[in-house]
């Protein structure tokens, strides 16, 4: 399976878009994309690992109790059973994906 990214780039005033691309037994790609200022409310992924790859933009993370600030380019591995809230903190849009992987032993 082979799919290009750009083509997923979306942006929405009302809110953040998500989408998500693949989705196998294991594994979910998701896009997600935030206009400066927008943020998702604080959740978790019981059960699996986060990869995030910020492709554009500043995305702040605030998995339990600290936070990340991570930039286009940047890629950071976050137990999914964390809650975390990604907020676009910088003055242009920020696209990044997150993979989604089920623990082995979960």
Same mark, same amino acid.
């Given at each position: 399976?082979?799919?290009?990214?750009?083509?997923?780039?979306?942006?929405?005033? +009302?809110?953040?878009?998500?989408?998500?691309?693949?989705?196998?037994?294991?594994?979910?790609?998701?896009?997600?994309?935030? !206009?400066?200022?927008?943020?998702?409310?604080?959740?978790?992924?019981?059960?699996?690992?986060?990869?995030?790859?910020?492709?554009?933009?500043?995305? !702040?993370?605030?998995?339990?109790?600290?936070?990340? +600030?991570? !930039?286009?380019?940047?890629?950071?591995?976050?137990?999914?059973?964390?809650?975390?809230?990604?907020?676009?903190?910088?003055?242009?849009?920020?696209?990044?994906?997150?993979?989604?992987? !089920?623990?082995?032993?979960?």
């Amino acid at each position: 399976m082979s799919l290009a990214i750009s083509d997923e780039v979306h942006f929405r005033a +009302e809110g953040p878009y998500t989408k998500k691309l693949v989705q196998t037994e294991r594994t979910i790609l998701m896009i997600v994309c935030l !206009r400066p200022g927008q943020v998702i409310p604080p959740h978790g992924h019981a059960k699996r690992e986060a990869f995030v790859h910020v492709l554009q933009g500043a995305v !702040r993370f605030t998995p339990g109790e600290g936070e990340t +600030e991570m !930039r286009a380019g940047e890629v950071k591995l976050y137990d999914g059973a964390e809650t975390v809230s990604p907020r676009n903190t910088g003055d242009e849009d920020a696209v990044f994906l997150v993979t989604l992987v !089920r623990k082995k032993y979960a």
